[in-house]
């Protein structure tokens, strides 16, 4: 065995001793609140929505158990008339699918990602259904006016909460070299429901040289953003992960998105880069959007429609810049 498959297995096997602790402590953690709240919405409800917004879905997916999030999740893309692709998997570490759609002829291809999954006990509002929301409207907006020269996949992956376990199986089952030539990079939606700024997080100064990150400094100043005031790039995140990282592992460009409110900006750097400490404050006691990270709190109303609809922008942004590029 080379010196790098050694490591990436030693990593594979980190991630799946971690991905079972993540899910065993949100068990705990959330016992005492008993069960989640009945789903604000039903699918019927859903479907009679006019123009269903992020939020709407948060509603329809939050509080239910995740093989109806996978369920619920490819009816809803079906019924906006966009093409899935089912992929389901079965592993020791647990089962799920993987659902994508693909808009615009490529050859490059920009992934984007979220994940229809949530840790027991919460509603999994802003982790993640909110990113299912944003990246279904998303699609429809595409569909109507796709890219010329760019495929943009948007990627719905099962398991992330054990430790991107849906991604992991995707990257795993694709060819590296392949997957590394026909990618631009790939943005994973995390926590996307709460603020009033993006962040870019496991940015490297090797990274920022790439046409991903590139493009988003164009997008965000075509948007009227300013760096380090309302869009920031953070550096490699210790302990949190999401689905861009198995792709990362290949040496394809990828970083996670969050929204975040520019008045914690400070008390969330001490938490996310403060170790082991860091993370055992307890939840109430974090800043936001870690207030509700992982609780019972985590319910579609504390979802707040201007970041969604700025995060959907900014995305559509981006993958029009990057369908520029000759």
């Given at each position: 065995?080379?010196?790098?498959?050694?490591?990436?297995?030693?990593?594979?096997?980190?991630?799946?001793?971690?991905?079972?602790l993540?899910?065993?402590?949100?068990?705990?953690?959330?016992?005492?609140?008993g069960?989640p709240?009945?789903?604000?919405?039903?699918?019927?409800?859903?479907?009679?929505?006019?123009?269903?917004?992020?939020?709407?879905?948060?509603?329809?997916?939050?509080?239910?158990?995740?093989?109806?999030?996978?369920?619920?999740?490819?009816?809803?893309?079906?019924?906006?008339?966009?093409?899935?692709?089912?992929?389901?998997?079965r592993?020791?570490?647990?089962a799920g699918?993987?659902?994508?759609?693909?808009?615009?002829?490529?050859?490059r291809?920009?992934?984007?990602a979220?994940?229809?999954?949530?840790?027991?006990?919460?509603?999994?509002?802003?982790?993640?259904?909110?990113?299912?929301?944003?990246?279904?409207?998303?699609?429809?907006?595409?569909?109507?006016r796709?890219?010329?020269?760019?495929?943009?996949?948007?990627?719905?992956?099962?398991?992330?909460?054990?430790?991107m376990?849906?991604?992991?199986?995707?990257?795993?089952?694709?060819?590296?070299?392949?997957?590394?030539?026909?990618?631009?990079?790939?943005?994973?939606?995390?926590?996307?429901?709460i603020?009033?700024?993006?962040?870019l997080?496991?940015v490297?100064?090797?990274?920022?040289?790439?046409?991903?990150?590139?493009?988003?400094?164009?997008?965000m100043?075509?948007?009227?953003?300013r760096?380090?005031?309302?869009?920031?790039?953070?550096?490699p995140?210790?302990?949190?992960?999401?689905?861009?990282?198995?792709f990362?592992?290949?040496?394809?460009?990828?970083?996670?998105?969050?929204?975040?409110?520019?008045?914690?900006?400070?008390?969330?750097?001490a938490?996310?880069?403060?170790?082991?400490?860091?993370?055992?404050?307890?939840?109430?006691?974090?800043?936001?959007?870690?207030?509700?990270y992982h609780?019972?709190?985590?319910?579609?109303?504390?979802?707040?429609?201007p970041?969604?609809?700025?995060?959907?922008t900014a995305?559509?942004?981006?993958?029009?810049?990057?369908?520029a590029?000759?």
């Amino acid at each position: 065995m080379t010196a790098e498959r050694a490591r990436l297995w030693r990593r594979e096997l980190r991630r799946v001793v971690g991905g079972a602790l993540n899910v065993t402590a949100a068990r705990i953690m959330n016992r005492r609140h008993g069960r989640p709240r009945p789903p604000g919405l039903d699918l019927a409800a859903y479907r009679a929505l006019a123009a269903p917004t992020p939020r709407d879905l948060a509603e329809l997916l939050a509080g239910r158990a995740n093989r109806a999030r996978a369920w619920l999740t490819e009816e809803v893309l079906r019924a906006a008339g966009l093409p899935v692709e089912r992929q389901p998997y079965r592993t020791i570490e647990g089962a799920g699918v993987n659902l994508f759609v693909d808009l615009g002829p490529g050859p490059r291809t920009l992934v984007l990602a979220a994940h229809h999954d949530a840790v027991p006990g919460s509603p999994g509002a802003n982790d993640n259904a909110a990113a299912v929301g944003i990246l279904r409207t998303l699609g429809a907006r595409l569909a109507a006016r796709p890219p010329h020269q760019l495929r943009v996949r948007l990627a719905f992956f099962g398991g992330e909460e054990r430790a991107m376990l849906g991604s992991r199986i995707y990257v795993r089952r694709n060819d590296p070299v392949a997957l590394a030539r026909a990618l631009v990079g790939v943005v994973s939606l995390e926590l996307c429901g709460i603020g009033d700024s993006l962040a870019l997080w496991d940015v490297t100064p090797a990274l920022e040289a790439t046409p991903l990150l590139r493009a988003w400094i164009a997008t965000m100043n075509a948007l009227g953003y300013r760096r380090d005031e309302t869009y920031h790039f953070a550096e490699p995140v210790p302990f949190f992960g999401s689905d861009h990282r198995p792709f990362v592992d290949r040496g394809i460009a990828g970083v996670g998105l969050t929204a975040i409110p520019r008045a914690s900006m400070e008390p969330l750097r001490a938490f996310i880069y403060g170790g082991v400490r860091g993370i055992l404050v307890p939840p109430a006691r974090r800043p936001p959007p870690f207030t509700t990270y992982h609780t019972a709190g985590d319910a579609p109303e504390t979802l707040e429609a201007p970041v969604l609809a700025a995060v959907e922008t900014a995305l559509e942004v981006l993958v029009r810049t990057l369908d520029a590029v000759p």
